[in-house]
């Protein structure tokens, strides 16, 4: 930066003078940064706009086109304390049959109770997670086995093999695995239920697994879902809980399952008691079409769809903000916070006012809600179920007739649910037909061009590249202003430098004369 002397000699009010002459040019560069500042905040807008359309395509839009949503059912368990049962759309309509002959149950072996042990100073302890096998009697050079479903995990017992290295080899064959040093014995539990998740015990030493208060565990599973273990011997020294699996009857068809829920022609049954050999052991499933379901997607689907159109019908139709621009440093320190954020708001508002884009979208909307469908030879419309406009001014709205959540509505002929009861499959013809045109529609707009990235309305790649554009633009005219003052500055220095050297000359004149001059 050069020397600057500031009015030293002229007396001149250097600062002032070019601060002056640098604000008529300074005003070209706010005028790129309002560009940038708009510019972001269009960008923003768009982003928060274009998400709620996305949502609104892969979620109600994306839902209600596919007629498989149509096929709700509702379920009623005649005793839910021991079958509670859901249905899909596949589930046959009527009442079905239940008995439930055996729950599912988890494989657990407990061990017998474990006394003291002494440890390597001779006194002794209790067993814990730190005791060593050597201290229970399992020999070195000992393989303990644990074997469950594909697992098969080996143990090769040293001196220093220790109570939670068994603990981790259960663990590690997909056991859940516990010593309690409050009941003093061990715990081992199958991870699942079921007669898949069976596991088995070996030893190479006779005794090795009596000495941890187990015993040897072998098993088979059987074609009815059961496990026989040990070849069918008693199991004695500790205890054997044995896996199987559940088995429920369902319209005379034995179904079988690795747990207590079974999943068979659109059903889900939860499985809570056994109830054969009760006195009631059959429980009714009633399973009957869900109009009330269809009738809340649909009216979520409305819901949803007028979300949208309201937030494009206020972006295209907002007010002008003629005159707005963003604030400078200077013009919001002079304002408190309310007053900038309700400026800053009637700017933001208006950034997609009369866009091309988004009354593209909103016409899209319209025409395609507005259209008819083919139903057995006819022409019908989302009037004809009872949804129709009704204001102007709410610029395409649509409502529901009989709506009790609809003060426009509410005590009006409830025609869509008339029309859900007596011919579902029209209704479903109707809805899924207009909302697969406007998925379609909404697909199109979304498509990657040049200009804008997939699954996005709005030129996303373009804006970009115009910000991009625009803080060039700030930082080149942030350059030339750097420089022009520069310039300034040397033109006001080169002048007092003169002054002073005339000052300078005139003064020696003055003195050649003895001041008489």
Request: glycine share 8%.
């Amino acid at each position: 930066m050069p020397i600057r002397m500031s009015g030293m000699v002229s007396g001149l009010d250097t600062e002032s003078i070019i601060k002056e002459l640098m604000a008529a040019q300074s005003q070209k560069k706010t005028k790129i940064e309002n560009k940038i500042t708009k510019h972001e905040w269009k960008t923003e807008k768009w982003q928060a706009l274009n998400k709620k359309l996305y949502d609104f395509y892969t979620g109600s839009l994306s839902k209600t086109r596919l007629q498989g949503s149509f096929q709700t059912k509702k379920v009623s368990s005649a005793d839910e304390t021991k079958v509670k049962a859901t249905a899909n759309g596949d589930a046959v309509i009527g009442t079905h049959q239940v008995r439930v002959d055996r729950l599912a149950s988890s494989q657990v072996v407990t061990g017998s109770k474990l006394g003291s042990v002494k440890n390597d100073a001779g006194e002794t302890v209790a067993v814990s997670g730190s005791t060593k096998l050597s201290q229970l009697g399992v020999g070195k050079g000992t393989t303990i086995k644990i074997g469950s479903g594909s697992k098969n995990i080996s143990l090769d017992v040293t001196d220093e093999t220790t109570v939670n290295d068994f603990l981790t080899a259960c663990k590690d064959a997909g056991l859940n695995a516990n010593y309690d040093t409050a009941q003093k014995r061990f715990f081992l539990t199958a991870e699942d239920s079921g007669a898949d998740y069976a596991f088995s015990l070996t030893a190479t030493s006779g005794d090795a697994l009596q000495k941890l208060g187990l015993g040897e565990v072998t098993y088979k599973k059987n074609d009815d879902g059961t496990v026989t273990y040990n070849d069918g011997k008693e199991v004695s020294g500790f205890s054997l809980k044995a896996a199987s699996d559940s088995v429920v009857e369902l319209d005379g068809a034995m179904l079988t399952s690795n747990d207590n829920t079974v999943v068979a022609n659109g059903l889900t049954l939860e499985l809570n008691a056994v109830t054969k050999g009760t006195a009631n052991e059959y429980i009714a499933i009633n399973v009957t079409k869900d109009n009330q379901a269809v009738y809340d997607m649909v009216k979520s689907f409305i819901k949803d769809y007028n979300d949208l159109l309201k937030e494009l019908n206020d972006s295209y139709y907002a007010d002008s903000s003629y005159g707005y621009e963003p604030l400078t440093s200077e013009q919001r320190e002079a304002m408190n916070d309310e007053d900038i954020e309700k400026w800053e708001k009637k700017i933001k508002d208006s950034l997609l006012r009369r866009d091309s884009t988004v009354n593209s979208l909103m016409s899209a909307m319209k025409m395609t809600m507005a259209g008819t469908v083919d139903y057995n030879g006819q022409k019908y419309s989302l009037s004809s179920l009872g949804i129709t406009t009704t204001d102007y001014k709410e610029k395409g709205k649509l409502h529901i007739s009989g709506d009790a959540e609809d003060d426009t509505m509410a005590g009006k002929e409830d025609k869509l649910m008339a029309a859900i009861e007596e011919d579902p499959d029209m209704v479903m013809t109707i809805i899924t037909d207009l909302a697969s045109k406007l998925y379609t529609t909404f697909g199109d707009k979304m498509k990657s061009t040049t200009n804008s990235s997939a699954l996005t309305v709005y030129e996303d790649k373009k804006m970009k590249t115009d910000l991009t554009k625009y803080k060039k633009e700030l930082t080149t005219m942030e350059d030339k202003l750097s420089a022009m003052e520069d310039r300034y500055y040397k033109q006001f220095t080169a002048m007092e430098k003169a002054l002073s050297k005339l000052n300078s000359q005139s003064g020696s004149i003055t003195s050649l004369f003895g001041g008489s001059m």
